[in-house]
């Protein structure tokens, strides 16, 4: 049984730290992996999706790494901003799913205090 | 807007009501989810249509739980005699066929139901 793992639950750091997000799922068998940002009360928002055969994606200030061989994911934050405060949620596609439904962790919450 | 579309976003009901929810994906993506979320939890899989056929139900999804989505386009969640427990966020996604693989999930703004 696939499960995601995600710690810390909650950070907190200083704006303009650059911080890194950690993802870890059971079995490596996965078809790809995909993080979110959900703000408080809203739905999800897709930051970036790393295929199963990827290293890695970037978008803007956010880079995002897969090693599937160990189970492992990270997402990195460059230069923190308090707008980046939110619960970042990563979940994978388990490599004998026929439809593609996402298993998500539990998600980190993160504060970037002024 | 193109995005996934919820309504409505807030649903408060007494106990042993029942509720229905609508998710519009977005345009001509064949494939919608339906996911619940708890306070502090990750979402959790309810069910899943490739264009009008409910392919997968987890066992979440007890029998007072119904979902349609009658012509390949917007998409229904029923839940008959609510429970205090049914009280979560449900959030539908939808995303496009891809060649193989899965491509990215598009979620929406979900709905927030509160069972008194």
């Known amino acids: 049984k696939q499960e995601v793992t995600q710690i810390p639950a909650a950070l907190s750091v200083p704006e303009g730290e650059n911080l890194v997000l950690n993802c870890s799922f059971t079995?490596?068998?996965?078809?790809?992996l995909q993080w979110f940002r959900q703000d408080p009360g809203k739905g999800l928002t897709s930051l970036l999706l790393?295929?199963?055969?990827?290293r890695e994606q970037t978008s803007g200030r956010l880079n995002a790494s897969l090693d599937k061989s160990s189970g492992r994911s990270t997402l990195y934050i460059a230069a923190s901003q308090p707008g980046d405060s939110a619960t970042y949620l990563c979940?994978?596609?388990?490599?004998?799913?026929?439809?593609?439904?996402?298993?998500f962790g539990q998600g980190t919450t993160l504060q970037v205090k002024p | 807007d193109t995005g996934v579309s919820q309504n409505p976003r807030h649903k408060i009901t007494k106990r042993g009501q029942n509720v229905t929810f609508r998710c519009d994906p977005i345009?001509?993506?064949?494939?919608l989810y339906w996911y619940r979320q708890t306070l502090g939890q990750g979402p959790e899989f309810l069910t899943y249509?490739?264009?009008?056929?409910?392919?997968?139900k987890s066992r979440l999804l007890s029998d007072r739980f119904s979902a349609e989505r009658p012509k390949g386009s917007f998409s229904t969640l029923e839940i008959q005699r609510t429970e205090q427990g049914d009280s979560a966020m449900y959030l539908c996604?939808?995303?496009?066929?891809?060649?193989?693989?899965?491509?990215?999930?598009?979620f929406g703004p979900g709905t927030r139901l509160t069972v008194l």
């Open positions: 996604a939808s995303s496009s066929r891809g060649r193989g693989d899965f491509n990215e999930q598009f």
């Open positions: 079995d490596s068998a996965i078809y790809n």
């Open positions: 790393i295929q199963s055969s990827q």
């Open positions: 979940a994978v596609i388990h490599g004998s799913s026929n439809t593609g439904k996402l298993i």
């Open positions: 345009s001509e993506h064949n494939r």
């Open positions: 249509f490739q264009n009008e056929a409910q392919l997968e």
